[in-house]
């Protein structure tokens, strides 16, 4: 089964890292869709989804429907990524 992991970004210097960090450690059971923020997306569903994950600041990621708990409330560092799984096959 796959991994759905979504990084909600702002293409700034502390979101870039993270979308980085992610792209190395992601696995061939990790699927990550990047949303940019100040791009928006064509039909505007990355900021329905902002709402529906509660996101409240970028970088965020969330990771089979699930917002990752260092997105909430501290730092995204890659011990927490690869607790969510990502990385993991």
């Known amino acids: 089964m796959k991994r759905q992991v979504e990084v909600f970004t702002a293409n ?3 979101c870039d890292p993270v979308v980085k960090m992610i792209r190395e450690l992601a ?5 990550v869709t990047t949303y940019n923020l100040v791009k928006q997306c064509e039909d505007k ?5 902002l709402d ?4 409240k600041k ?3 990621v ?4 699930e917002l990752l708990d260092c997105c909430k409330d501290s730092a995204i560092t890659k011990e927490r990524l690869m607790e969510a799984g ?4």
């Open 62 to 65: 969330v990771v089979n429907g």
């Open 12 to 14: 700034c210097p502390v």
């Open 52 to 55: 529906e994950y509660g996101i």
């Open 27 to 31: 696995c061939d059971r990790c699927e």
């Open 86 to 89: 990502i990385g993991q096959s």
């Open 45 to 49: 569903t990355c900021l329905d989804k």
């Open 58 to 60: 970028v970088p965020a």
